[in-house]
């Protein structure tokens, strides 16, 4: 099993662009989240799923949207990159609920 | 106001030396996870506690779970250079069981 895994690593985007970064999952996990990590500010829960079809808001949505057409993929798109977006960006997975989550490798995310 | 606040924030120690972190809040938990995050990684689950004055143990680390299920308590016994990291808290929280809400952790170094 790969677990979790999430594209790009690294990613250095400008004010105003548009991206998705991707998240994966091989283990059949109904749950699925993302989170961001600032320096001083912890993990923060953007928005997350509890299965095809079904996303909802968590901590800090705004300025991000998902979709889950898949049990195995959660995509993260950033309509328009903000500075306030730099950040490491989490994906994690989990059975049924939040609890006891796995987590991919991250993406290093810079917004100039 | 922070859910959870984990101390101390920083801990620098040498190999060999015992340390105790600590997680608390104002607020009682069904349950709460301690995580171990290495630099650039994602965070790795290290343990579930469920009833208040619960003690498990994993190897050389010693969780505990206050009686009154409002903190935690991780104890290290004679630390190494690869227990250094970044150790998270984690509770559900809003009444959900799918928001997940971490501490700000405590940054381990651990020197040869």
């Known amino acids: 099993n790969a677990g979790v895994t999430q594209t790009p690593k690294f990613q250095v985007l400008k004010t105003g662009q548009s991206m998705t970064l991707q998240c994966a999952q091989d283990?059949?996990?109904?749950?699925m989240s993302w989170y961001r990590q600032d320096p001083g500010m912890g993990l923060r829960l953007i928005h997350y799923s509890v299965g095809a079809g079904i996303t909802d808001q968590g901590e800090v949505p705004n300025g991000y949207n998902v979709s889950r057409s898949t049990t195995e993929d959660f995509p993260l798109r950033l309509l328009s990159a903000a500075p306030s977006q730099t950040s490491v960006y989490f994906c994690?997975?989990?059975?049924?609920?939040?609890?006891?989550?796995?987590f991919g490798p991250g993406t290093r995310l810079t917004v100039t | 106001t922070q859910l959870l606040e984990q101390s101390p924030q920083f801990l620098s120690i040498q190999e060999g030396e015992n340390l105790t972190v600590y997680c608390n809040s104002s607020?009682?938990?069904?349950?709460l996870q301690w995580y171990r995050q290495e630099p650039g990684e994602g965070p790795v689950l290290l343990v579930t506690?469920?009833?208040?004055?619960e003690v498990k143990k994993l190897k050389r680390l010693t969780f505990q779970f206050g009686d009154a299920r409002k903190d935690s308590s991780l104890h290290i016994t004679a630390a190494q250079p690869g227990d250094t990291g970044l150790y998270l808290c984690a509770v559900l929280s809003g009444g959900s069981n799918y928001k997940l809400t971490f501490g700000k952790g405590t940054l381990l170094t651990v020197n040869p």
């Open positions: 607020s009682v938990f069904s349950s």
């Open positions: 506690v469920v009833t208040g004055g």
């Open positions: 994690a997975s989990s059975y049924s609920t939040a609890y006891e989550q796995y």
């Open positions: 283990m059949n996990h109904e749950y």
